[in-house]
């Protein structure tokens, strides 16, 4: 499987949610672009937020956000 450009833009949203609140939540606004409006559409199409514009992160959600956010810890460089 590999990564489309649809799953990075989700992955980007997921990278945005803060994992230390999960009462913190995001919104995507109209003037998004619609590269980001989609994401965060089929996210919810997925169970993964609350709502169609954002939203609070549901369970599964959390468990993707927290999977997407140390990929992304993982694959950062590190500089010493």
Not at 12 to 36: R, S
Request: hydrophobic share 40%; charged share 15%; aromatic share 4%.
């Amino acid at each position: 499987m590999a990564y489309t450009p649809e799953l990075i833009a989700e992955m980007e949203i997921l990278a945005l949610y803060n994992l230390d609140n999960v009462q913190e939540g995001i919104k995507v606004h109209n003037n998004a672009t619609n590269k980001c409006q989609a994401a965060i559409t089929r996210l919810h199409e997925k169970g993964l937020v609350t709502q169609a514009d954002g939203g609070y992160l549901t369970s599964l959600g959390l468990d993707a956000a927290e999977h997407a956010q140390a990929l992304l810890t993982i694959l950062t460089p590190q500089h010493a």
